[in-house]
């Protein structure tokens, strides 16, 4: 009987109600909390996880009471599809069956792309200027060779790149050139210019991120998508009188 009535909680769509309910508490007094605790202004700074672990609960509570609710969540979306496809398996319109299901996954794929990120994700910036060395890694580094910035006759700039060396162990193991709208990427670490200075002397502001979910971002987001495209067409076409 516990099983069962288990199950019967998993499977409700009022859970689901009930969980974002909670969802949207824990962000309201998240969205009050953040401002007063300087803390937060490191938070992308390390992996989200790692930097909750080193803040005290008192800041954090809600940031924990949402991975919680989200967890809970993902199990209840779970199920609930399960459940679908074996009460409906009959259907013979199966796109219509599992287009809602697909829908599910994608939102389970981003779920899984946002803890992948929580737990090996961070983003920092570092300004540097020509032959400045910036840590990657325990034994990486990253030398900005050059920075070459082209202006026109009214001192207006028109055009940069930015040479990148990076290195392991002090030897150089590749190089690499930042254009607009073109980062580089070393060993799961995207550079990125944010902003280029060529006077009083030549200085950039890069941007150093890593997030090990971006794929399943992109997979989740692409299966959200064509699930409710597929649905909504599904439906239209089943709308008597169309």
């Known amino acids: 009987m516990k099983a069962e009535r288990l199950i019967r909680f998993l499977v409700s769509t009022k859970t689901t109600v009930w969980l974002l309910c909670l969802l949207l508490a824990a962000f309201f007094a998240g969205a009050f909390i953040m401002p007063s605790e300087k803390a937060f202004e490191s938070i992308h700074a390390v992996p989200l996880l790692e930097w909750m672990k080193e803040q005290p609960l008192r800041g954090t509570w809600w940031l924990w009471a949402s991975i ?122 995207g550079v990125y210019v944010r902003d280029i200075r060529a006077f009083p002397e030549k200085l950039v502001l890069l941007e150093l991120s890593r997030e090990p979910g971006a794929f399943w971002a992109f997979i989740g987001g692409i299966l959200f998508m064509a699930g409710t495209i597929t649905l909504l067409m599904l439906k239209m076409k089943l709308e008597p009188g169309e």
């Open 68 to 189: 919680a609710v989200v967890c809970a969540l993902a199990v209840n979306t779970l199920f609930c599809s399960v459940d679908s496809v074996i009460r409906k398996r009959k259907v013979t319109q199966w796109l219509l069956l599992i287009s809602p299901q697909i829908i599910h996954l994608g939102f389970l794929f981003m779920l899984l792309a946002h803890l992948l990120s929580a737990m090996g994700g961070f983003k920092t910036y570092e300004v540097g200027a020509e032959g400045t060395v910036l840590g990657l890694s325990d034994t990486g580094e990253l030398h900005i060779k050059t920075i070459n910035i082209s202006v026109d006759r009214f001192g207006y700039m028109t055009d940069w790149a930015v040479d990148l060396e990076y290195l392991s162990n002090g030897r150089k193991v590749r190089e690499g050139r930042i254009l607009p709208n073109s980062p580089v990427f070393q060993d799961g670490i």
